[in-house]
Every structure is written in structure tokens, then in C-alpha cells.
């Protein structure tokens, strides 16, 4: 007769003995299988460098990318954006510098004039001969090595390509805002539309087809550009190795992957 | 219009991206989810160590946490900006995020709870099948709860004092292995916020333990005052009716009550105190160390934020309280007055949290300020405004009122 206890045993026999041949198998990811299977580790690795000393804030580089991407032009949320910063001395010319940034409308429309956006409808217009410098400094995705935004996804619903380029699942993605919060450059935000989480991915459906992201054809200066840093030769891979470069915010540990030339340490 | 756009006002340098993406819900999780795990901390305080004096509290705050317990991930279901995919966090759990264990460690604490619940009323549910099984013209109420109660016995018709005696010890070893999961509950909500890097305010340890304290000292406060509401409607029944009834004298339950307060707000100013001090070693130490962010912190929990934290959250939200209670000879009134102080303390600690932690822009040189939606235009500004946070507040009471006509809590003779 099997009594309840008999079964008890039993059952944690049984489980016992299941277990034991079921360790010795392996749980492979589709990018290990991938790799076993066709010998295939990734040969590119998507990096960008933007050039802050050519950049002149003229805009076109978030335009291209809003009409590219499909970002609801008057959408107050951008893929990609450009940020001024200016540096002035008080008019008694004394050490103390005062640092000034805005990015209206991510500059979409380009800087035109100089008014510093304050926000909530306030500006600011510092004398010419105050200032001391002034940058540009475009920005979007770092396509992280160890992103932070993959990190925290409850569902997978972002994950990163073999290439690097951190991409997101529109029809999975909860919507939970987990990412956005995540992410300390700020580039992650809900598209008006779709209602999830949303960024830039290098213009993804283009440099699979060997394309340059439009906000690297529509810079008429040059001052963005992207490379393959797995490829030696690439001009973008030899200005990263040569040049001092340098990342946003790598202190948070998540070794971005665009680079700059030029940075200075007001930026943020 | 983008998301978060509605209630966000942005001053100086942010990104263009950044709104407060977190709103009210995300204030009304934790704050639930703590109302769930000190309630639930409370009933174990007599089930588990055996604190006498908090049996009559004990069984009745095992039932409103149950109540609680559906409402904990409601906020953050109204938050979800597809939220019919919410199923997607069980299917595919991405166990790196810390959101992602939510639903298991939510659906263990849940059926601890419900086992629990079920060795308490086991026998009442016996009891009522039978004694409906045996009555002739019943009504339509009456069918459907005997055939609700036959299905919640589960079969197990023994209620020998043998079975009881069971029933009682099983209850012990789920109310203790209850504890440590309300707190992984809760701990666990801490953790959401304290892992994120990307968040200077949020990024700490001592989170968790925080928010684990705050939560028992809430769910106390939250049994407190509605253990007295219902006990004074009932007070009230009974004066009605004291001619007719003979039954329970105004009186008695006038003195159970008092008693029963008095007891729980010495727990209760147990976990407060340890609630602050954690609270202040955090503050203290953020000061002392003065990493990069202190500068941005400091401007905005000194200045922007002074009033809703040091005024709302500590002044009236703990000191008072914490006074209130303190000086001997605890009335009702003066409990309740300390207990619903107590309540505005830890929401206003998950306010200033949520939306503090959001008051600063990622550039460190800019702010940001929230404005709760009130009168809804959309769907958005109901979920995430007033009345949203409103029907999460409120829903837990509609629950706890079902919940007691199967499973009441008062006027139960025999007690574990």
C-alpha cells in the first residue's frame, strides 16, 4: 500500500535521481549556440565617435534622425540631441565661472540665436564679452558594454546585439519605465505613439545594409561618425586608438561605446 | 503629448528626454506593498512569539492583509503603460532586472498568507457548512455561502481537537515563514530603488532595511486605525441595540480596545524609532561623505524638497506622532490622531523618495517638479493623478468587507 509518507520519499527520490543526470546538461543561449554552431563570433562591434570641436549646433543631425526614426516631430522626446553649453565670467571679470547648458527642443531647430533656454519659459542672454567658451556637444545612445537599461528590463524586452547596439522589442516591452530610470544619460523615453520604451539603436535598419545612420549623413561637418571598432583599419577605430578620446559619465561602470574628441569637463 | 510631460516642470539644465516617469503609483506601490508585510508582521507578533495581548488584533490583521494583498501590485499595474502586457513579467522574468522575481516572491507571500488564513478558519468554515447543510428554506445567500464554504473546508471535514491542534501548529510555521517573506516583500521594493546607479538619491544599501521598517511601522498603523473604526462601529451597534442584545456589552468592547491599542502602540513606536534612525544615518552619512551628488542632493532635500521632508515627513509624520503615543495614558482619540500622523509619515517617505529622487535632472544642474494631476482630461491623467491613487486607497476596505463575511473577524469564540 503506498501511505503518505512512502510517497513523500518517493517523490523526493524520484526528483533526486532526475536531477542528477538533468546537471550534467548545459543551458546555451541563442548567441553561444549561434557561436558553436557556426563558428561565428561577432566580427563587428558598432562605435561612435562625434567630433565636439566641429560640431556647430546647427541641428540638422536631430532633424535627420526625428523624420529617419519616425519620433513625432513636435514630440518634446528625441533620439538624439544637441547641447550648448557656454561659459561665462560675472562682469566684475572675477575667477568664478558661471556654466550655462540647454538643449531646447533637443536643438532641433539648431542654436540661432543667443538665449539660453533656462526652462519653464524663462531665458537668459549673457553679454558677448562675458563669455569665456562656448561648445556643442550632440548626443545619443552609448550602446553600452555593460548597459545598465538591459540590466533592469523585467520582461528581456531589451537586449543587446551581438554587434553591440542595445535594441528594444516594441511588442514586448511592458512599459514599466524601469529602463528610463535606469539609464544615466537620459536617452530612453516612451514613444508617444507606440507607448513603450523607446531610444536610439545607431539607426539599426540602416548599418545592417552597410548604411551610415542618418544623423551621420545629415551632419554637414563631419563631426559625427560611426565605425566598426572589431576592424582595425577603420578611420573611426584609429582615431579612438590614436587620439585622446573620451566617454560620458564612466563612472556609473557601464563603458559607454561613443566617443569623444574634445571634452570638456563642464559637460554633463 | 509624451509621456510625463503633463505633470512635469522642467527648470534650468535637463536632458530633453527626462520627465518624471514615476508618478503617484509608483508612490502608492511601496506604500501598499508596506501597508501588506506590517500587517502581516503584526498578526505574527502573536502567532509566531505568542505576544498575548495581541491576539485580538492578530487574527484581524491577518484578514486586512490579506485584503491589502491584491492592491500592492495594482499601482503598479494603472503605471504600466501597456499594461495588458503585465503577464509578460511571469512569462519571460529577466532575472537580472530586480523587477522581475516581483510576481513569484508577490504569489509566495500570497499563498502563505491564504494557508495561513485557511488552518485560522478552517474550522469556522466546517462549522458554518454544516450548520447551512442542516437548515431547511434557504435562501439564495444562504445556498451560496454553504456551497462557498463546503468548497473552502477543501474536504477536510475534521474538526477533532486532535485536527485543531494541527490546524494551530500549522498556522505557527506559516505565520514564521511568513515573516521573513513579508519582509523579502517588502526589502525586496527597496531594492527596485536602491540598485538603480543611475539615481543618486535612490542608490543606497540601506534601502531595503529602510523601507522594510517603515512598511511594519505603516501596516501597524494602518490595523490601528481601522482595527478602531470598525471596533467603534460596533460599539455603536451594540448601544443600538443593547436592549434587545444582551450579548456584548458596550463596555466590554470599550475596554478590549483600549487595551489592545495601547499594546500595539508600543510596537509601533519600536519601529518608528528604528525607522528614523536608519532614515537619519542615511542622511547623515550622504552629508558627511559629500560625494558628487551631495551638492545636487543637498539643494534639493535642504531646499526644494525642505518643506515635504523635514516639515510633512519627520516634524508632523514622526515627531508628533511619536509624542502623541509616547506620553502615558494612550487614549483612542489621541491614537488616532497619532496612527493616521503616522500614515501621512511613511506615504510622505515614499513621496519624498519616488518624486525626490526625481526632483533632480540627471545633469545635476537642473530640476524638475511635479505636479499631481487632479481633475482627470484622459486616461493617463486618471491612472496616474488623484483619483487613481484614490481607488488603490480605497479598494482594499471593499475587499476587506467580502473578505469578512466569509472569514469575520470579530465575534469568533474560540481563537488561536
Known amino acids: 500500500m503506498i501511505t503518505r509518507r512512502k510517497l513523500i520519499t518517493n517523490t523526493l527520490k524520484g526528483m533526486a535521481a532526475l536531477s542528477l543526470p538533468a546537471a550534467a546538461f548545459e543551458i546555451l543561449t541563442p548567441e553561444r549556440l549561434n557561436a558553436i554552431i557556426y563558428n561565428d563570433t561577432a566580427k563587428v562591434r558598432y562605435v561612435f565617435l562625434v567630433d565636439t570641436n566641429k560640431c556647430v549646433g546647427c541641428g540638422l543631425c536631430v532633424k535627420a534622425c526625428k523624420n529617419e526614426n519616425e519620433i513625432p516631430y513636435e514630440a518634446n522626446v528625441t533620439r538624439t540631441w544637441v547641447e550648448r553649453y557656454i561659459i561665462t565670467r560675472d562682469e566684475r571679470h572675477e575667477v568664478l565661472e558661471k556654466v550655462f547648458a540647454d538643449s531646447p527642443k533637443g536643438a532641433r531647430d539648431g542654436f540661432i540665436t543667443g538665449t539660453i533656454d533656462l526652462g519653464h519659459g524663462n531665458t537668459y542672454t549673457p553679454r558677448k564679452e562675458d563669455i569665456d567658451k562656448a561648445f556643442f556637444v550632440p548626443k545619443l545612445c552609448n550602446q553600452c558594454d555593460n548597459p545598465a537599461c538591459v540590466q533592469v528590463c523585467p520582461v528581456g524586452a531589451t537586449y543587446q546585439a551581438d554587434d553591440g547596439v542595445v535594441l528594444i522589442d516594441r511588442k514586448w516591452c511592458i512599459g514599466c519605465g524601469y529602463c528610463v530610470m535606469g539609464c544615466p544619460y537620459g536617452v530612453r523615453f516612451f514613444h508617444p505613439q507606440h507607448h513603450v520604451a523607446d531610444k536610439c539603436n545607431f539607426c539599426y535598419h540602416r548599418i545592417k545594409k552597410g548604411m551610415k545612420t542618418a544623423c551621420v549623413e545629415a551632419c554637414p561637418f563631419g563631426a559625427r561618425l560611426i565605425g566598426n571598432y572589431k576592424d582595425p583599419d577603420d578611420a573611426v577605430t584609429r582615431i579612438i586608438n590614436t587620439k585622446r578620446v573620451g566617454v560620458l559619465k564612466e563612472e556609473f561602470g557601464t563603458r559607454p561605446q561613443v566617443f569623444y574628441l574634445g571634452l570638456s569637463m563642464e559637460v554633463r | ?416
Open chain 2, 1 to 416: 503629448m509624451v509621456h510625463g510631460e503633463v505633470w512635469t516642470i522642467k527648470e534650468l539644465f535637463t536632458y530633453p528626454n527626462e520627465y518624471i516617469y514615476w508618478s503617484i503609483q509608483i508612490v502608492m506601490y511601496p506604500f501598499m506593498t508596506g501597508l501588506v508585510a506590517g500587517a502581516f508582521v503584526l498578526s505574527s507578533l502573536y502567532h509566531v512569539f505568542g505576544i498575548k495581548q495581541l491576539k485580538d488584533i492578530a487574527r484581524f490583521s491577518l484578514v486586512f492583509s490579506f485584503a491589502l494583498l491584491p492592491c500592492a501590485p495594482l499601482p503598479l499595474l494603472l503605471h504600466l503603460q501597456q499594461p495588458l502586457r503585465n503577464m509578460h513579467v511571469m512569462m519571460t522574468p529577466h532575472f537580472t532586472s530586480a523587477i522581475a522575481a516581483f510576481g513569484i516572491v508577490f504569489v509566495t507571500y500570497g499563498a502563505i498568507v491564504a494557508a495561513e488564513l485557511w488552518f485560522l478558519y478552517r474550522k469556522h468554515f466546517v462549522e458554518t457548512a454544516l450548520a447551512l447543510k442542516n437548515k431547511a428554506n434557504k435562501t439564495a445567500y444562504e445556498t451560496g455561502m454553504y456551497h462557498l464554504n463546503n468548497l473552502l473546508t477543501l474536504g477536510a471535514h475534521d474538526i477533532s481537537e486532535l485536527a485543531l491542534h494541527r490546524d494551530e501548529k500549522a498556522i505557527k510555521i506559516m505565520a514564521g515563514i511568513g515573516i521573513p517573506v513579508a519582509c523579502f516583500l517588502h526589502g525586496y521594493a527597496g531594492f527596485i530603488f536602491g540598485s538603480v546607479k543611475a539615481n543618486a538619491l535612490w542608490m543606497t544599501p540601506l534601502m531595503p532595511v529602510i523601507f522594510i521598517m517603515s512598511a511594519v511601522v505603516s501596516g501597524i498603523a494602518l490595523c490601528m486605525i481601522t482595527y478602531i473604526i470598525t471596533m467603534e462601529g460596533r460599539k455603536f451597534l451594540a448601544k443600538r441595540k443593547a436592549a434587545a442584545c444582551p450579548g456584548e456589552s458596550c463596555a466590554d468592547i470599550e475596554s478590549v480596545e483600549l487595551n489592545v491599542i495601547q499594546m500595539t502602540a508600543k510596537y509601533l513606536l519600536g519601529f518608528l524609532v528604528a525607522a528614523i534612525t536608519l532614515e537619519l544615518l542615511d542622511l547623515i552619512f550622504r552629508g558627511y561623505t559629500a560625494v558628487k551628488s551631495w551638492d545636487m542632493l543637498r539643494r534639493v532635500i535642504y531646499g526644494k524638497d525642505f518643506y515635504n521632508i523635514f516639515v510633512v515627513q519627520y516634524g508632523l509624520g514622526n515627531l508628533v506622532p511619536f509624542i502623541l503615543l509616547l506620553i502615558p495614558g494612550l487614549t483612542i482619540r489621541r491614537a488616532v490622531v497619532g496612527t493616521l500622523l503616522v500614515l501621512l509619515g511613511v506615504f510622505m517617505m515614499r513621496w519624498n523618495v519616488v518624486i525626490g529622487g526625481q526632483a533632480f535632472s540627471l545633469t545635476f544642474a537642473g530640476f524638475m517638479h511635479y505636479h499631481l494631476p487632479i481633475i482627470p482630461h484622459d486616461m493617463e491623467t486618471f491612472r496616474e493623478g488623484l483619483f487613481g491613487a484614490l481607488f488603490i486607497v480605497t479598494s482594499p476596505y471593499v475587499l476587506f468587507f467580502i473578505l469578512n463575511k466569509i472569514m469575520p473577524v470579530f465575534g469568533m469564540k474560540e481563537s488561536h
